[in-house]
């Protein structure tokens, strides 16, 4: 009961899912580059400073995210301290970037200690790189916002996957023709993208809040991150088309904040 109170704001108008017999794959509209980076062998997270210099953080930062979140430990945002202004959009960017799926959607802002944060993009990530308690979460998608001096803040949100086949519909409206863009290096357009009940999730639920680092590469340091401490809902056929095309792209949780970075501790034990 706890789990529908929570959501019925993100579900209004949603539509009941089903499983079409014959999905019509359209061209997507165009190509875009690829990341040069993964999540595998020599191209993942292991090798990210070896793969370029200036990813230097990556493997000898000491505030590197993402982190497990230790709830008795981490501290909360204070009540009304951030505003997550997020204006209703005809449609974006769809993109396929090879190891990442990303809207591009610069119409938004986050305010917070009286600092706002441009908007630049939201992505996603199979599963969870965040880990609460030590609990992973099938999937998260990230908010980042981003000012003209590249101070940066990323606001983050976990999905569970439903019980009752309920999804959140701004998602539903992202994913619409994700089969377009199966294909790594192209994208597509997403539909109407209204983000209210975001908002109101986001202002309703409470907030972890920490200082650390972008979770790809440069991996840059004094990221301040907000994480909703509340899942939204994932129906399970959404899921399932996401997870086929992102397959694995979580980086791995990195060492305490403050700590000697996890790779730098290995290379010593090795030497």
């Known amino acids: 009961m706890k789990f529908i109170t929570a959501f019925l704001p993100l579900l209004a108008g949603a539509s009941a899912s089903c499983i079409p017999n014959r999905v019509v794959r359209r061209a997507a509209d165009g190509l875009v580059d690829i990341n040069k980076f993964n999540y595998t062998n020599l191209?993942?997270?292991?090798?990210?400073?070896?793969?370029?210099?200036?990813?230097?953080?990556c493997s000898k930062g000491s505030h590197q995210s993402p982190i497990v979140i230790d709830t008795d430990a981490i501290d909360y945002a204070a009540s009304g301290s951030l505003k997550l202004n997020l204006p209703s959009a005809d449609n974006a960017k769809f993109e396929n970037l090879g190891s990442g799926l990303e809207v591009v959607l610069t119409n938004g802002s986050l305010v917070a200690n009286n600092k706002t944060y441009p908007l630049a993009q939201f992505h996603?990530?199979?599963p969870s790189e965040h880990r609460v308690n030590d609990e992973y979460f099938p999937m998260e998608v990230h908010f980042v916002f981003q000012t003209a001096a590249k101070e940066t803040?990323?606001?983050g949100f976990f999905f569970q996957l439903s019980e009752f086949g309920y999804?959140?519909?701004?998602f539903d409206s992202v994913f619409a023709h994700i089969d377009d863009i199966a294909d790594a290096g192209t994208y597509t357009t997403t539909g109407e993208l209204d983000f209210?009940?975001?908002r109101s999730h986001f202002t309703r639920h409470g907030v972890y809040q920490y200082t650390g680092s972008l979770t790809t590469p440069p991996c840059t340091e004094e990221v301040v991150w907000y994480l909703s401490t509340e899942p939204l809902p994932l129906n399970v056929q959404t899921y399932n088309k996401v997870?086929?095309?992102?397959?694995?792209?979580a980086r791995y949780t990195q060492n305490a904040l403050g700590e000697d970075n996890l790779l730098q501790v290995a290379a010593h034990e090795l030497n």
């Open 43 to 57: 191209g993942g997270p292991l090798n990210w400073y070896g793969l370029d210099e200036a990813n230097e953080a």
């Open 124 to 126: 996603f990530h199979t």
């Open 153 to 155: 803040a990323v606001v």
């Open 167 to 170: 999804s959140v519909p701004l």
């Open 196 to 198: 209210e009940g975001l």
């Open 243 to 249: 997870k086929k095309i992102l397959k694995y792209n």
